[in-house]
């Protein structure tokens, strides 16, 4: 397992951990240059920023800072309740594949979708195995672009609170089902990205994290479980604050010969009002002693 | 399966969902008799609420309403800190299938319990499969004082946002576990309570019912999963007012012999602000048409 106490090489940072300042969204490069001032050196974007900051320029800036991305945030949302919305959803999913391939992200995330029309608040039906057969249905049409384009797809398992209105891929034993199912040669080219505040909870994380191995690890993701909780979005907790042994499962991770960044993503109304500067000072020196 | 349409024998009203009124406590005497006002044949009473009214008097109390008890909320929190601590938790717990027996409850409900010291916001440790072999310990400590006095054990599976603080069992499939190890004959002293709330996302859900059997299956309760749910603990929705497709898991449960009573647990901000006469009206009625 790898020594993190000394630095911070293997650290990225998930754009949405720095993504608001007292209610006031923060631009790409402003977050991009806090990282770089911080020496970071992975970052993991989401679209509606690169979308504002312009995807050629984020290219840019990218390289110019010397980055890499650990993962593009996010493909998926791949349910809907008729077949436009399908369609929709799967010309969508493309452009994020290529928009990953433009920034060279090491993946794309995929954060599957759930009941349509939950997230507004008005599910148009309640039958999640519909749901889940879209989700299997979309990964297997995208993996075949993704795979012509050499973009590993990482499904990214969300907690169960989430089940009726972000994702209805729930444990990392289904994702890795779906794994199986869609991509049987386990090649590289379909896997999972292990969010510890997603899957911690789980009897069954270590074995599964084993039987993924290492061509199914794709992306790893840390922030920690906060007791208590008071939020089902927006409160996670900075690494150490909370009750995730989060060396523990990195040290499952990596037996696996995984050796990627860890990535910090923190969604919480209390880190949005701090500094950009205080929060990546704050995951610098969680990441040597927590992760 | 049962058809519920035509009236609410099979309803019975955990005493949680009546327990406040516009932030005042309600005496259990007080919900026995609202519930007898409605022809309830059926209820689960909290410890707590039992222990303010006296054992005696609700023993007599209930008996004079000619109701049953679908079970007896509840025992478990097996975890601790030290041996004084599991000590205090198996005297407890013993005190409490007493209690279920003077009762006649059908079963004693287990929420087993977490990371000490997590509910009240300060976790004595990260290791939660350790928490889980005290559970299982724990269980099976109490397995041999509950058969001797005939009362069923049922484990309840909690919702993985629970599983810092409340109950570090979070499947069906790892209740069963517990089950099958701890009581291998499947002579109804041990099984478990589904509670949809809980367990209504799982992709494993039907399959484990199926394995569960008439046995294992000690208890079903009802309410609904709300989009948005904000608050983690007490924002559960009235039956059909969420995304739960109760009447088909019903169906799986029915299918394998379960016969016994659809118990409403709802702990909801917004409905103890109704009165006593109103929820029950609205439980009788979502319990024909969404149960």
């Keep these: ?70 993962g593009y945030c996010r493909g998926g949302m791949f349910t809907a309740v008729d077949a436009a919305g399908l369609r929709e959803a799967r010309d969508d999913n493309r452009r994020a594949v290529d928009e990953a391939c433009e920034l060279q992200a090491a993946c794309l995330v995929l954060v599957v979708g759930a009941l349509p029309g939950a997230l507004q608040g008005r599910a148009a039906h309640k039958d999640l195995a ?33 089940a009726a209105d972000r994702a209805c891929v729930n444990t990392l034993e289904q994702a890795l089902d ?4 869609l991509d049987p040669v386990q090649a590289g080219a379909l896997g999972v990205a292990v969010d510890l505040y997603h899957v911690w909870w789980d009897p069954k994380l270590s074995e599964q994290i084993a039987r993924a191995g290492k061509q199914r690890l794709l992306a790893l993701h840390v922030c920690d479980w906060l007791t208590p909780t008071t ?23 990596e037996a696996q010969g995984f050796a990627g960044y860890s990535e910090v993503e923190i969604f919480s109304h209390r880190w949005w009002q701090r500094s950009h500067d205080e929060i990546l000072a704050t995951c610098i020196d969680r990441h040597r002693r927590s992760v």
């Design 1 to 70: 397992m790898r020594d993190f106490s000394g630095g911070h090489e293997w650290l990225s940072i998930n754009t949405a951990t720095l993504r608001r300042q007292n209610g006031v969204e923060q631009p790409l490069p402003v977050i991009l240059d806090a990282c770089a001032r911080h020496g970071i050196r992975a970052v993991s974007p989401w679209r509606d920023q690169v979308h504002a900051a312009g995807l050629a320029q984020t290219a840019r800036s990218i390289r110019a800072h010397g980055m890499a991305l650990s």
């Design 130 to 162: 519909l749901a889940r057969s879209q989700v299997r249905d979309g990964i297997a049409a995208l993996l075949e672009y993704a795979r012509a384009r050499a973009m590993p797809l990482a499904i990214e398992p969300l907690h169960p609170m989430y």
């Design 178 to 181: 779906l794994c199986d199912e």
């Design 231 to 253: 939020d089902l979005l927006n409160d996670r907790g900075m690494m150490g604050d909370g009750v995730i042994d989060i060396r523990e499962v990195r040290g499952w991770v």
